[in-house]
């Protein structure tokens, strides 16, 4: 063959590559399950959907997967319930940007689908109250038609996953419940427990899947008035722990919250009940380190009455060791285990010359005091005004080291004292352009 002949073959060749990726067409084999007849059978008890859509088509009369498949490069998967439950289908470890839909076999009227449930990813989750021995087909799909590699999986959720299938608990001393919060979920209006449940980027408001939360609840009517203690210390994962009066989701009010009460970042709280008081008790896994889903693993809850003698923790300063102060007022993040008042004080730690004082002795400069009172586990900002004498020596020296005195009782008069140093100081004065 010529060297003229091999150039022009070569031209050939491009040029009907060339063509045939302009004209949309397939240039490898699509998946084998690119069809819905070609599903994939996924194992009834532990089913992984993953693969591939890339090269994927869309079948005569294929519906639209969550309304948002563009040209719909769609693969199948055929999963039979083994039990009755909420099912949690995902796809929400694929590298793009997926849409999702679970249907009855041979409907094309979804029986749920969703375009990006995953929180920040764009991930496709959707729940299916399952039925035991009923077939469903899942479809995956891209959004406006991408494509890419499907990881995902499918997990049956916990019985009391959601608010209004709560565990109910009786007595005043109900036995330690174990179970898992594993592939738990959140639910549109769930709080955020203990602030520290809801993964970053995520709402559970619009976003109820388990890597945005994993939480279960309990239902607990208080048998007696008094003093309780409400523990997951047993568990085996970073729990979070919240109580509230309400009857649904979106009327709960908060009774108290906690997040590393007790050891190895397990939650516990003591609270006053009322006799006769229906609690709803949410317990969930720790969702504060970004981009990492809530922990999941074997929960251990207990509900007793706490001893007499327990010792009142007292209030846990969750401020730092430098206070920027603003027109004269510096404010102090705190927090306690259980509900509790007090008041919070600044005394410089060195002896200055009051201002305007008629002999020049040298002494320790109070501040201002401010008073406080702390629902059990949730955290308060108290604002302290600084006194003329302190806001005086701030405007003269810019920065003074202070010493914050926290003094506290609990509902059984139990107190705690505790202070911590910091500096206050003055904003930084802006340079003149």
Known sequence: MSRFTQVACTTTVLFFTAMFAQAGMALAAPPANDNRASAEVLDATMPSVTGTNAEATSEAGEPDHAGA???????????????NGRWNVNACASNYDTTLAVYGAGSNTAVVSNNDGCGSDNGSFVVVNATAGT??????????????????????????????????????????????????????????????????????????????????????????????????????????????????????????????????????LFLNVTAGTTYRIALAGYAGRPGISPDVGQYALDISPAPTDTAFAGVMPKFGKSIVVKKGKAKFKLLSPEAASGTLSAKSVKKFTAAGAKKPRKKKVFLGKVKFNLKAGIAKTVTLKLNKAGRALLKKKRSVKALITITAKDAAGNAKTKTKRVTLKLPKKKKKK
């Not at 719909?72 to 083994?82: G, I, L, Q």
């Not at 279960?216 to 509230?244: H, M, N, Q």
């Open 69 to 83: 498949s563009g040209s719909n490069p769609s693969v199948w998967f055929k999963w039979t319930a083994p039990a």
């Open 135 to 268: 077939t469903y087909e899942i479809a995956v799909s891209g959004a406006a038609g991408v494509t890419g590699t499907i990881n995902g999986f499918m997990i049956h959720g916990p019985a009391n996953d959601q608010f209004g299938a709560a565990r109910v608990l009786s007595g005043k001393d109900p036995a330690q419940l174990i179970g898992t919060n594993e592939g738990a979920t959140g639910e549109a209006s769930e709080p955020n427990h203990a602030a520290k449940s809801v993964a970053t980027g995520c709402s559970s408001a619009t976003s109820p899947s388990p890597f945005c939360e994993a939480s279960v609840w309990f239902t607990w009517k208080a048998p007696t008035s008094g003093r309780y203690a409400i523990s997951a210390c047993g568990s085996e994962f970073d729990t979070t722990l919240a109580v509230y009066t309400g009857n649904s989701v979106a009327a709960l009010k908060p009774f108290g919250a906690n997040d590393d009460g007790c050891q190895e970042n397990r939650s516990l």
